[in-house]
């Protein structure tokens, strides 16, 4: 099967911007979550989509959103960057509900000037 | 905010040492798993170790949990250069249906 993938894997933007990031989940996984990563806060979770629903949100502006399709496909947004969002973003996917083994993309590096 | 804190934040080892990485986390949990990732890149999910589990092995892996003391250490023995990486530590918390990553630790092997 085909792992999980990320586009873009790199993206450059300007403060003020918004920017859309895509994940396409490994085929027959229906969980879908976002992470951050930035050297001084960590892994930080963004938010869970199973089914097309969000079930679960971390503690992030609403400047941060999401969503997912009904073939299991996931975009977040990021409205009005500010250089505080760059950061690596990642996305995993899993089989249930409940996040057992969760499966990596290579993540999307957004640098915001 | 992160409920796993590692330890040590940094370990250099010789290749053929065992490397040895710490967990603690705070809350009631119902699996804790370790992440493998290599500078920059995506994690790779390495071991599950379920709350009724006391350790657990993967071929040079080796994970233990103490749920009365709240940690986990993860054990890989004979060490190579390509386990250089950030070996992170997740808790899937009982009353959560997420993970919550540590800081991770940062394992170089000099050949």
């Known amino acids: 099967k085909a792992g999980v993938t990320q586009t873009p894997r790199y993206l450059i933007k300007t403060r003020g911007q918004q920017v859309t990031l895509s994940c396409s989940p490994i085929?027959?996984?229906?969980?879908v979550s976002w992470y951050q990563q930035t050297p001084g806060q960590g892994l930080q979770f963004l938010f869970e989509y199973f089914s097309e629903t969000q079930r679960n949100k971390g503690n992030f502006p609403g400047r941060f959103s999401g969503r997912q399709f009904s073939n299991s496909r996931s975009e977040m947004n990021v409205s009005t960057l500010e250089l505080g969002d760059s950061a690596l973003y990642l996305c995993?996917?899993?089989?249930?509900?409940?996040?057992?083994?969760?499966?990596f993309g290579p993540g999307t590096r957004l640098t915001v000037l | 905010s992160q409920q796993g804190e590692e330890d040590p934040q940094a370990l250099s080892i010789q290749e053929g040492e065992n490397a040895t990485m710490n967990c603690s986390y705070k809350?009631?949990?119902?699996?804790l798993q370790w992440y493998r990732q290599n500078s920059g890149r995506g994690l790779v999910h390495l071991i599950l170790i379920r709350s009724n589990e006391r350790e657990k092995h993967s071929g040079r892996l080796r994970v233990t949990l103490d749920t009365s003391k709240k940690s986990s250490s993860l054990l890989i023995t004979a060490s190579r250069a390509a386990d250089t990486a950030s070996y992170f530590c997740?808790?899937?918390?009982?009353?959560?249906?997420?993970?919550?990553f540590g800081e991770g630790t940062q394992l170089t092997v000099n050949p």
């Open positions: 809350t009631s949990i119902n699996n």
């Open positions: 995993a996917s899993g089989l249930s509900g409940v996040p057992d083994t969760q499966y």
């Open positions: 085929s027959g996984h229906r969980s």
């Open positions: 997740a808790t899937l918390e009982t009353s959560g249906s997420r993970l919550t």
